[in-house]
């Protein structure tokens, strides 16, 4: 099993930074997926940013400029390092682990960026 504990979300005035962690625990693969999906009020989830094997990344047009994923060197920690934040970006954001066999979501955190 693996078990994700997300940190990090909180409120935060439109411009500022904020930075999400997530932590995995249990029988980690050294080839994954690791990523960062988020969901607003009436809106389905999307995807924010992803890390493959802990150096291919994408992102989100949205977001292209201003967010950065990275893990650390075990690849068993995503951050998701939010710049210039925008209201738009306010949403519950979940964490998502992925190998051959699992998939796996976190309990979501919540950002607020007021204007």
């Known amino acids: 099993q693996v078990q994700l504990v997300e940190s990090g979300g909180g409120l935060v005035q439109a411009g500022g930074s904020l930075r999400l962690s997530c932590a995995a625990s249990g029988r980690i693969f050294s080839i994954n997926v690791m990523g960062w999906y988020r969901q607003a009020p009436g809106k389905q989830r999307e995807l924010v940013a992803i890390i493959t094997d802990g150096y291919s990344r994408d992102y989100a047009d949205s977001v292209k400029g201003r967010f950065t994923i990275s893990t650390n060197n075990a690849k068993t920690t995503v951050y998701l390092q939010m710049n210039s934040l925008k209201p738009e970006d306010t949403a519950v954001y979940y964490c998502?682990?992925?190998?051959?066999?699992?998939?796996?979501w976190g309990q979501g955190t919540q950002v607020t960026v007021s204007s």
């Open positions: 998502n682990y992925r190998d051959t066999t699992r998939d796996v």
